[in-house]
């Protein structure tokens, strides 16, 4: 069972100024200490979707020894 972490204040201050100031959307890999995150603007519902599964999915993004 993977744990969800909560992200760091400079990590959401950073996110917020990007959502803010760049009007792009961040999505971050859940797993504690994977620092995986991105950012996408001006995409399809469809592919916002696809970006989140990835960013979210730390299976996809992560090398197979270090499962």
Known sequence: MEQITQTSFGAR???FFALIFT???TRRCPYPGCA???R???VSPQ???RLT???VD???HVKPTER
């Open 13 to 15: 201050v950073a996110d």
């Open 53 to 55: 599964e990835l960013a």
């Open 58 to 60: 730390h299976a996809r």
């Open 23 to 25: 009007r792009t959307d």
């Open 47 to 49: 592919e916002a979707q």
């Open 40 to 42: 996408f603007r001006a």
């Open 36 to 38: 995986v995150h991105v």
